[in-house]
């Protein structure tokens, strides 16, 4: 009769391949999701060790008392709270751009959410509790076993997370947390083109003569975008010089910007430079310097009924991403905001073992000597408009132009 174990993460360590295999055959409860167990067990016998795995497998605790350690294997779930309701909070930003810097929020916001199931105590034993378990055909107490007991840091849904650890977020979580379920809601394409005139009809109050193109998952063919990304340039290089903060505050005065998440002028406070290579560099610096602005963005809806006032219906909040390139390799920002994860991958892949170039969406550097390598001006003097400075792109790695639609490769 199997043992009515809970949610089991069997460790790998110290144990052959055959012995790992006959181990998990024996376990009903087992996960292959340490975040998701209740009882860690492993072929190990000190508390630093247990801390270590928990450690390697990112489950954060806060360790329980001795004293207080439950004979139980299982913990009892905690009940869940109302459901998130909207004021106070704030939220984060999720892009299709592998080389967007920072921490991807949204996405842990969408781990917490989906713990529901989990218990909040997570039990670190050695491996012969099972073994000795098993033999007897009964669980026995843990208490002979146990390595460490911890309590996890992490909430198991949005609740938890508004009730015990909102002030443990930042500003961004924050936003995430509070728009969630808005979030989750695809763009249909005629909302995604909207956005994108509303920007560049402000852009172009500034200053005549920007262009823009939608990137993202809209211009690989997606009916609907998680978010909105574009790429904003101008053919007078001063231009796009400090151009995004002027932009920001233009849309934000409109009130179709609610909340700014992240400002970036790196570009600009270079002189807008192209960055050189070096091998010896730090790969946490990255090089997609571009100038960039993550916004949360809310269209108003004006609606009118014959014989009745106008009325104001709010649309769900959206993320935008408004990236600013100079002309001289706005193609590369092109390109490399457009394709998938693994289509960008593989690009820099071909780059670096091909041409020995380093490729990204602030332009080609050389991995011999780092100078910038210029695809898009050249002989051939500035490209007429974006998409074909994209297309010198392709043309000076030696490739074939790839449709947009076609750059869905994972």
């Known amino acids: 009769m199997a043992l009515e174990l809970p949610p089991v993460y069997l460790l790998p360590t110290h144990l ?24 860690v067990i492993g072929k190990i016998s000190q508390r630093e060790r247990a801390l270590f795995e928990l450690r390697r497998g990112k489950v954060l605790t806060d360790p329980i008392d001795a004293t207080r350690i439950s004979e139980s294997p299982s913990a009892t779930p905690r009940k869940r709270k109302r459901a998130l309701s909207g004021s106070g909070s704030e939220s984060t930003l999720y892009s299709e751009d592998e080389e967007k810097y920072g921490p991807v929020p949204i996405q842990t916001i969408k781990a917490l959410a989906n713990k529901s199931g989990n218990t909040n105590v997570v039990k670190v034993v050695k491996l012969a509790w099972l073994t000795d378990s ?18 996890k840091k992490g909430w198991r849904d949005l609740d938890d997370v508004v009730e015990h650890g909102w002030h443990t977020l930042g500003r961004v979580q ?3 947390v509070k728009y969630y379920d808005e979030f989750k809601l695809k763009i249909p ?6 956005i994108a005139d509303a920007i560049l009809v402000h852009a172009r109050n500034i200053n005549p003569g920007f262009e823009l193109v939608i990137v993202g998952g809209y211009r690989r063919g997606k009916q609907g975008s998680g978010d909105v990304d574009v790429v904003i340039s101008h053919r007078d290089e001063s231009a796009t010089m400090h151009f995004v903060d002027k932009l920001v505050v233009s849309l934000e005065k409109s009130r179709h910007i609610t909340h700014t998440l992240t400002l970036s002028n790196h570009n600009s406070e270079r002189g807008q430079r192209p960055v050189s290579w070096k091998d010896n560099e730090s790969r946490g610096s990255g090089f997609d310097t571009l100038d960039k602005a993550l916004v949360v963005w809310q269209e108003l809806e004006i609606e009118s009924h014959k014989g009745y006032p106008k009325e104001t219906k709010e649309k769900p909040h959206r993320r935008v991403d408004i990236i600013i390139s100079p002309w001289k390799t706005v193609g590369c920002a092109v390109l490399g905001w457009s394709g998938d994860t ?5 690009l820099r892949r071909y780059c670096k073992k091909q041409k020995s170039f380093k490729f990204d969406s602030s332009g080609i550097r050389s991995r011999v000597d780092g100078s910038w390598i210029d695809l898009e001006g050249g002989k051939l003097g500035k490209a007429p408009d974006m998409l074909t400075a994209e297309k010198r792109v392709f043309e000076g790695l030696g490739l074939e132009w790839v449709r947009p639609e076609d750059r869905c490769t994972g």
């Open 174 to 176: 924050q936003i995430g």
């Open 134 to 151: 098993l033999a007897q055909g009964e669980i026995l107490p843990l208490r002979n076993y146990l390595l460490y007991e911890g309590r």
């Open 16 to 39: 052959k391949p055959d012995e790992l295999h006959d181990l998990e055959g024996k376990i009903p409860s087992l996960t292959y999701n340490i975040q998701e167990a209740s009882i």
């Open 189 to 194: 394409r005629t909302e995604v083109e909207s």
């Open 342 to 346: 693994t289509f960008q991958r593989d």
